[in-house]
């Protein structure tokens, strides 16, 4: 077995255990306290009302804020090499993304 490489400065080396399963979700519900952000992360499907919770993160409100700077960095690289994402208009983003119903038919039909 070789030792580890040293680590470089400001980078965390990650360790993904060889069980680790992914996991899909389309579904979030997000809550908060004065000292944490739980976020419940589910998978739902279209016509049924019932969500199951795949993955519960719970963090503090810096870390939060922190994951989401790197999302918005993550999505805009996303964006510069494959294309804007559109997001659909309408009554709230969460309703139009997270709830069961009809899929909206793609512009131009």
């Known amino acids: ?42 998978q739902i499907m279209p016509q049924l009302p019932q969500a199951k919770v795949k993955v519960r993160l719970i963090m503090t409100p810096l870390n939060a804020k922190l994951l989401l700077r790197a999302l918005d960095e993550n999505l805009s690289r996303y964006e510069s090499r494959f294309g804007t994402i559109h997001v659909p208009e309408g009554s709230s983003l969460a309703d139009q993304l997270f709830r069961p119903g009809t899929p909206e038919a793609p512009p131009g039909e």
């Open 1 to 42: 077995m070789e030792p580890p490489s040293p680590a470089t400065p400001g980078r965390v080396t990650l360790s993904l255990p060889g069980d680790l399963d992914p996991v899909y979700t389309n579904f979030a519900l997000i809550s908060h306290s004065a000292q944490e952000i739980v976020m419940d992360l589910a």
